[in-house]
């Protein structure tokens, strides 16, 4: 981690996560787009490979490329992952069209949950009847 924190590309590193500098992706992204791997940027910019993991370059590519297509230049200067993330929209903003998209969306997760936990207690009765 320490490594890692001194590194002029990072912001903020944790146990689980690095947080990289919006200049530093923007960077990135532009070196890709000239040809550049994902590994060859990130060692170009003194990371190491077997410090951050081999894949870390393609996946912090991949998700940047996606929040540059969606959000443009903004999708790289505001975080939009997590709980203090920037880029989201306070439930308070969204249009009724949202609010019922996400409802939706959580009566499945919640449909979902529901019958995974009654298939899971059908399995553990069936257990127990086999044990005795």
């Known amino acids: 981690m320490g490594q890692l924190e001194v590194n002029a590309h990072v912001l903020h ?27 060859e940027i990130f060692i170009d910019a003194g990371f190491q490979l077997d410090v951050i993991g081999s894949r870390k370059p393609n996946e912090c590519l991949k998700r940047w490329r996606s929040a540059h297509a969606l959000h443009g230049e903004d999708g790289l200067l505001e975080e939009r992952r997590g709980k203090g993330a920037t880029g989201r929209k306070p439930k308070e903003d ?16 919640l449909e979902m949950e529901n019958d995974f936990l009654k298939k899971l207690e059908e399995r553990e009765r069936q257990v127990r009847a086999s044990k005795h």
Not at 17 to 31: D, G, V, W
């Open 13 to 39: 590193v944790s146990e689980k996560s690095i947080s990289y500098s919006p200049a530093f992706k923007l960077a990135a992204l532009k070196a890709y787009q000239q040809g550049k791997t994902p590994q």
């Open 94 to 109: 969204l249009s009724l069209e949202e609010e019922l998209k996400r409802a939706k969306a959580q009566i499945k997760l």
